[in-house]
């Protein structure tokens, strides 16, 4: 869903030697993580918090894994874990600041579309698939109690939090890593990029395009190179999750008024904020807002970078210009 990277580091030095940025990378999440520090000293133990870290997301939110949390709920009222009560409200926040753009319940008509199993299992090509347009059960339908950890919701609705998990995560766990390791921290979950501590000098440099990628390498379309000192920054595109069954081409970002793919205006759109998951709550709203995107990012003071599926660029709310 996301794409964007921070700018790679060296190995790690002797322990002896004087700290610099070093980083990490590896699958998780069924996406690619990225952890950057600014004390190479300290990166294989931020690596062991992170990778735990991620671990128990995964255990407590993949609607993938038959035996994690959110997919042992079962019909009627039910206390679930911190863990999880914290990204269904996430989740529910989302639903409510976007007035619906951005649903949880929307597990049901996600797997119907066909994507229903980890994205790297997800075959490429397949037969037609009908698809109905229908809303989904809506988020008004999850009640969550905030002392008790209460979750109703009817039986037989399917939670999906892959649009609000990951970037939740992030943000997450950057902050505990960088108090834990006190120095900065940049963490990547699939392009949605959550810093904490103190930023190296000049900040974190981002990569912003279509497909995540290294500030130094040629990139393969349009793209952007930030920097940010705090906070989050997160890209939504409907052509980094693209398969196709039939003759039509689906991407993972539904319209939960209709049920089906959001329509292709914006190929991508990349937001920062001040924090990773509020960027992402915005950039993915972006995307099934379609042609009023711009003008409802401006109007927040979000800076934001939109791309249409021409490849042209859109910038507002002080995203910095173009080089070209």
């Known amino acids: 869903m996301t794409a964007g990277q921070a700018a790679p580091a060296s190995n790690a030095p002797a322990s002896n030697a004087p700290a610099c940025v070093a980083s990490a990378s590896w699958q998780a999440l069924g996406t690619g993580v990225q952890l950057v520090v600014t004390d190479s000293r300290q990166l294989e133990a931020g690596r062991q918090l992170l990778a735990a870290d991620l671990a128990a997301v995964d255990a407590a939110c993949s609607r993938f894994r038959p035996d994690s949390e959110i997919m042992r709920l079962g019909p009627g009222p039910a206390r679930v874990s911190p863990l999880l009560a914290e990204a269904i409200g996430v989740a529910l926040r989302a639903a409510r600041v976007t007035d619906g753009d951005v649903d949880p319940?929307?597990?049901?008509?996600?797997?119907?579309?066909?994507?229903?199993?980890?994205?790297?299992?997800?075959?490429?090509?397949?037969?037609?698939?009908?698809?109905?347009?229908?809303?989904?059960p809506g988020w008004r339908e999850v009640?969550?109690?905030?002392?008790?950890?209460?979750?109703?919701?009817?039986?037989?609705?399917?939670?999906?939090?892959?649009?609000?998990?990951?970037?939740?995560?992030?943000?997450?766990?950057?902050?505990?890593?960088?108090?834990?390791?006190?120095?900065?921290?940049?963490?990547?979950?699939?392009?949605?990029?959550?810093?904490?501590?103190?930023?190296?000098?000049g900040g974190w440099r981002v990569r912003v395009q279509d497909v995540s990628g290294r500030p130094e390498d040629p990139p393969p379309g349009p793209s952007a190179v930030v920097a940010i000192q705090a906070g989050g920054l997160a890209t939504s595109s409907t052509a980094a999750r693209r398969w196709r069954?039939?003759?039509?081409?689906?991407?993972?970002?539904?319209?939960?008024?209709?049920?089906?793919?959001?329509?292709?205006?914006?190929?991508?759109?990349?937001?920062?904020?001040?924090?990773?998951?509020?960027?992402?709550?915005?950039?993915?709203?972006?995307?099934?807002?379609?042609?009023?995107?711009?003008?409802?990012?401006?109007?927040?003071?979000?800076?934001?970078?939109?791309?249409?599926?021409?490849?042209?660029?859109?910038?507002?709310?002080?995203?910095?210009?173009?080089?070209?």
Not at 147 to 164: I, V, Y
Not at 283 to 308: H, M
Request: proline share 6%; net charge positive.
């Open 105 to 136: 319940t929307v597990g049901d008509a996600m797997a119907a579309a066909g994507y229903d199993r980890d994205f790297a299992l997800v075959p490429a090509d397949g037969p037609a698939v009908t698809l109905q347009v229908r809303s989904v």
């Open 143 to 201: 009640r969550l109690a905030d002392r008790t950890r209460m979750l109703s919701m009817p039986a037989g609705l399917r939670l999906d939090l892959g649009a609000t998990a990951k970037a939740w995560a992030a943000d997450r766990a950057a902050g505990r890593l960088a108090a834990q390791l006190g120095c900065g921290v940049l963490v990547s979950l699939g392009g949605d990029i959550a810093v904490a501590g103190q930023p190296p000098a």
């Open 245 to 324: 069954r039939g003759g039509d081409v689906l991407h993972h970002i539904l319209e939960p008024r209709t049920g089906l793919p959001a329509p292709a205006v914006w190929r991508t759109v990349s937001v920062a904020a001040q924090t990773c998951v509020d960027a992402n709550i915005a950039s993915t709203a972006a995307i099934i807002r379609g042609q009023a995107a711009p003008g409802w990012l401006a109007a927040l003071g979000l800076p934001a970078r939109l791309v249409d599926e021409s490849g042209s660029v859109r910038t507002v709310a002080g995203w910095p210009a173009e080089r070209t």
